[in-house]
C-alpha cells in the first residue's frame, strides 16, 4: 500500500530560525514528489515539484530536497517568518500519472512564533 | 484570472439532509478532482472528472456519494441523507491536463461541512 509518513507532526519555532520538515514515502513505481502549503482553512498551495532525476528544487526561502534511492524527501525553511506558520504537506504520485493515485502525508503544522 | 472557486465555503445540515458543493475549475481547465480531508488527516481522492465525463470515481463511497461536471457550469459534489461521519473539508482541485505527472494541479479553499 502506497503511504507517505512525515515528521515531526508539529514544529514550534522562533522567526528568523531555520527549519527541515521530513518526508519518508513508500510510492512504487515514483513519479514525482511535491511540497504543498496548507494555511489553516484554506486549499493547499504548490511550493515544490520533484521528478525522480531532481536532487534538489527552491522556491525562495524554501528548498526541497529528494533522495529516490532511500524514499526520503527534505523541505528546508530558512529565515522563518510568521507567514511561514502552516501545514506543510508531502505528495507523492506514481507513475501512472493521474492526480486519482496521489498520496498525501498528513502533514507538519509548523508554528512560528516571536 | 480567477483561481479554483468553491462555494459554500461552510456549510451546515442536518443528520438525512443534502449536501451540494460547487467547483469552478481555472480558467481553461477541464479536468476537476475532489478531495475530502478529515480532521488530523491527509488529503483523499473522491473522484476524477471531465467535462460530462466521470474518469474515475474509485475514491468514492458507494453509496450516498455523486458528482457530475455538466458541459456548462460548475462541478458538483452531491451528497445524500448526510450523516456525521460526512463532516469534513471538502477540496476541488483542477488541472488543464489529465495527466498530472508533473503537471500542477490548483486547489480551492474548500468547502466545510459540518452535519450536525
Known amino acids: 500500500k502506497n503511504q507517505v509518513e512525515q515528521s515531526p507532526q508539529s514544529l514550534i519555532i522562533l522567526e528568523g530560525k531555520n527549519c527541515t520538515l521530513q518526508?519518508?514515502?513508500?510510492?512504487?513505481?515514483?513519479?514525482?514528489l511535491r511540497w504543498y502549503k496548507q494555511d489553516t482553512g484554506r486549499g493547499p498551495v504548490s511550493l515544490t515539484i520533484?521528478?525522480?532525476?531532481?536532487n534538489t528544487k527552491s522556491n525562495g526561502r524554501y528548498t526541497a530536497t529528494l533522495d529516490a534511492d532511500t524514499k526520503q524527501s527534505s523541505l528546508h525553511i530558512t529565515a522563518s517568518q510568521l507567514s511561514d506558520s502552516a501545514s506543510y504537506i508531502c505528495?507523492?504520485?506514481?507513475?501512472?500519472?493521474?492526480?486519482?493515485?496521489?498520496?498525501f502525508g498528513t502533514g507538519t503544522r509548523l508554528q512560528v512564533t516571536l | 484570472n480567477a483561481g479554483v472557486m468553491q462555494n459554500p465555503r461552510h456549510l451546515v445540515r442536518r443528520r438525512g439532509q443534502e449536501a451540494r458543493l460547487r467547483c469552478s475549475p481555472m480558467?481553461?481547465?477541464?479536468?476537476v478532482y475532489w478531495y475530502r480531508q478529515l480532521p488530523e488527516e491527509g488529503l483523499k481522492f473522491m473522484v476524477y472528472?471531465?467535462?460530462?465525463?466521470?474518469?474515475?470515481e474509485s475514491g468514492m463511497p458507494k453509496e450516498r456519494f455523486s458528482a457530475e461536471f455538466p458541459k456548462e457550469g460548475p462541478s458538483i459534489l452531491r451528497i445524500q441523507q448526510v450523516v456525521r461521519g460526512d463532516s469534513a473539508a471538502y477540496f476541488c482541485?483542477?488541472?488543464?491536463?489529465?495527466?498530472?505527472?508533473?503537471?500542477?494541479?490548483?486547489f480551492g479553499e474548500g468547502s466545510r461541512l459540518t452535519v450536525l
Open positions: 482541485a483542477s488541472s488543464p491536463w489529465g495527466h498530472t505527472n508533473t503537471g500542477e494541479l490548483f
Open positions: 518526508c519518508n514515502y513508500t510510492v512504487s513505481p515514483f513519479s514525482n
Open positions: 520533484m521528478t525522480f532525476s531532481e
Open positions: 505528495v507523492v504520485s506514481d507513475n501512472t500519472g493521474t492526480a486519482s493515485k496521489l498520496t
Open positions: 480558467k481553461g481547465h477541464s479536468h
Open positions: 472528472l471531465q467535462k460530462e465525463n466521470i474518469i474515475d
